[in-house]
């Protein structure tokens, strides 16, 4: 419907006609006008309203279609549960309508809307890689013990800093040198060791075989138990 006094004006050629801005995709640049256009693997992260928890959310879209999503939260102990509604909820659709569906949490919620901001701008992962990356790329994120890499320190200003757990796995021992500074730990690969025990090694040995040590733990005047000591 267009008002009378629109339609009485002096047409004017509008001569700015030229295309989108093309974005790099999967190795090739692309005028994205629809949502088919859009492919990308890409990361983001978000936070629920209260910043009790957050997400990072990996998304693989192929012709605007979620191929793959990896969903991991930490913080929030019912935010779990909302990664496994969303793991259900997500692939098969396009980004369009993920973007505009409840993912059960805030932070994933927030974390898709900020994936669909880098995925339509081309600022992906897979952006200058021909062909993209394959389904199964997000998963390689997890390592082979395929858990999330979680880094949990703890510190007082009247005791210092406590390692947790870092991307190697849980802390059992903190190396303290001459001055008491950290110089390396001792830990073992969570998931490495789980996935041994699965498949039938004594846990003793499992364990054993699994502590590792990273940095000059080997050289450490002093060792203590970041959880006790």
Request: proline fraction near 3%; hydrophobic fraction near 35%.
């Amino acid at each position: 419907m267009i008002s009378k006094h629109v339609n009485d004006m002096c047409p004017v050629t509008n001569g700015a006609r030229h295309q989108n801005a093309p974005i790099p995709e999967e190795g090739k640049w692309v005028h994205a006008k629809e949502i088919k256009d859009i492919s990308g693997l890409t990361h983001g992260v978000g936070g629920c309203a209260p910043q009790q928890g957050t997400c990072k959310l990996t998304l693989n879209v192929k012709d605007g279609i979620i191929k793959e999503a990896l969903i991991e939260t930490i913080g929030c102990s019912g935010m779990t549960h909302s990664a496994a509604m969303a793991s259900e909820i997500l692939p098969g659709k396009t980004i369009l309508e993920a973007v505009n569906t409840d993912l059960v949490c805030d932070a994933i919620n927030v974390a898709m809307r900020e994936l669909f901001l880098q995925i339509i701008y081309g600022r992906t992962q897979s952006a200058f890689s021909d062909q993209g990356l394959e389904i199964g790329a997000g998963m390689e994120d997890l390592g082979k013990g395929l858990c999330s890499q979680v880094g949990t320190m703890y510190s007082t200003e009247l005791k210092g800093p406590r390692y947790l757990n870092t991307a190697e796995g849980y802390i059992t021992k903190q190396g303290l040198d001459k001055n008491g500074e950290i110089i390396g730990y001792e830990y073992i690969a969570t998931g490495k060791l789980l996935e041994a025990i699965k498949a039938g090694v004594d846990p003793r040995e499992a364990l054993a075989q699994n502590t590792k040590t990273y940095g000059r733990f080997k050289e450490a005047v002093k060792v203590i138990d970041p959880r006790k000591e």
